[in-house]
């Protein structure tokens, strides 16, 4: 049998039998693997080290005849040691983990494998808050499911004005012009910040932490709506 040579991010774990690990991965090139790890949980396998949680390991596999694979050998590439020193961004890197492979087919493209490196990255950095790391994060689930919000025109397809305030539509995922509107440009700037760019250039960008409350909350819904089903 061809063995094949990728890198991979665990996705979930499952003991099996006396030893042995059914573990799903997600890889930028082969999608979402499941494979058997034989006698991962000995003491002295060879295995272990490189299927570490909240990690980027090459891993060498043989697809199986079914769904299931088999792992042969791991190498770990890159572990965000930190992450596992805070108990909260540990719960939430387990929280986005499961959110994505529940919001990802099969054989998901490699955006979504960026998309997970980039925020193991994050949370890794203790300066970014974690509220901000969830919004971003949800938010590029939903670009890239086609569900973002249309931050260039209102819903009467005029250009978003930075004097004026609106509210959001979300029936025409829009926002619509409204003289006690409870957004602003600066709200708007940050969403645009949250569905466009990397993570780690966020931390640098001023006021959006103050913003961050209003559009989480947006965000939030958008993703109940689309992805949390």
Avoid: C
Wanted: a negative charge; charged letters at 25%.
């Amino acid at each position: 049998m061809n063995q094949l040579i990728t890198k991979g991010i665990i996705l979930s774990r499952i003991d099996y039998g006396e030893a042995d690990r059914i573990i799903t991965l997600l890889t930028p090139d082969h999608g979402k693997l499941r494979l058997m790890a034989r006698g991962v949980r000995k003491v002295k396998s060879k295995l272990a080290g490189g299927i570490e949680l909240f990690s980027v390991s090459d891993i060498t596999f043989i697809q199986g005849r079914g769904e299931i694979g088999t792992l042969v050998s791991t190498r770990l590439v890159k572990h965000y040691s930190e992450i596992v020193k805070h108990i909260e961004r540990v719960q939430l890197g387990y929280d986005l983990i499961k959110l994505l492979n529940k919001a990802t087919e099969d054989n998901p493209e490699t955006v979504y494998f960026d998309l997970l490196q980039q925020t193991f990255e994050a949370l890794d950095d203790s300066s970014i808050e974690l509220e901000l790391i969830k919004a971003w994060f949800e938010a590029q689930l939903l670009k890239e499911a086609g569900h973002a919000p249309n931050l260039q025109l209102d819903t009467t397809g005029q250009k978003l004005a930075i004097d004026q305030a609106y509210n959001f539509d979300y029936d025409s995922m829009a926002f619509a012009l409204q003289d006690s509107g409870s957004f602003t440009a600066a709200h708007i700037k940050a969403l645009r910040l949250l569905f466009q760019q990397n993570i780690l250039a966020l931390k640098q960008v001023d006021g959006l932490l103050e913003v961050l409350p209003d559009v989480r909350g947006l965000v939030r819904t958008f993703a109940q709506t689309y992805l949390h089903h």
